[in-house]
């Protein structure tokens, strides 16, 4: 597999359905994808496998399954990505502009969220998410992480907890080292359909505000799973 030198790392549990279009968005474009599987039951390991991508197998859990493919990964640089997110037109010129210049290998670049569905719900959600980035400094894993792999290492990569994964380890790169990319990275609305709009937004932001009142990632995973 040839492209950009970058290692495309993607946490999958029984994402069978959604996963064949983040592969082929990014198969040919980075030079490897590491898919670090929890268990899947649905075929996911096999597909992926099918469609060229490594599969290891990692502990359940999105930072397990993250730092499991980082240090699996061979690539200078690392892209996170989630099985239900897709790369949207511009990525990969976006990608190459951001590693070619020096000073960025000690910095991180995210992506614009984005979802696939038309309703008014989602573009009040993605101006939401904007103006967190924008003024907070906080995209979530969502929306991609691109970053060196020698600077991931140096701030302790993914710390191995069930939720909040994200959150952490973009604290620690700090916003002054955050770059935001011109291009989507366009995530399934399914989950908000699925749940509510706004229940779910709703439940998210409760869940961040307990990681900053400082209660530990698993008991927020417990109440997380409780109000699915």
Partial sequence: MSGLPVSAIIPTLNAAACLPATLAALRGAVAEIIIADGGSSDGTAALAQAAGARVIKAPRGRGPQLRAAAEAATQPWLLSIHADTRPGAGWQEAV?????????????????????????????????????????????????LLIARDFYEALGGYEPIPLMEDVALIRRIGRRNL????????????KWRRDGWYARSARNLFCLSLWFAGVSPERIARIYARRR
């Fill in 179 to 190: 770059v935001a990319l011109p291009a989507a990275f366009i995530t399934s609305a399914e």
């Fill in 96 to 144: 190459a502009n951001f590693i070619a210049q020096p000073k960025n290998a000690t910095k991180a670049a995210h992506f614009r969220f984005e979802l696939d569905d038309a309703a008014p719900e989602a573009r009040r959600l993605e101006a939401m998410v904007a103006w967190r980035c924008r003024w907070l400094g906080l995209p979530y894993g969502d929306q991609g």
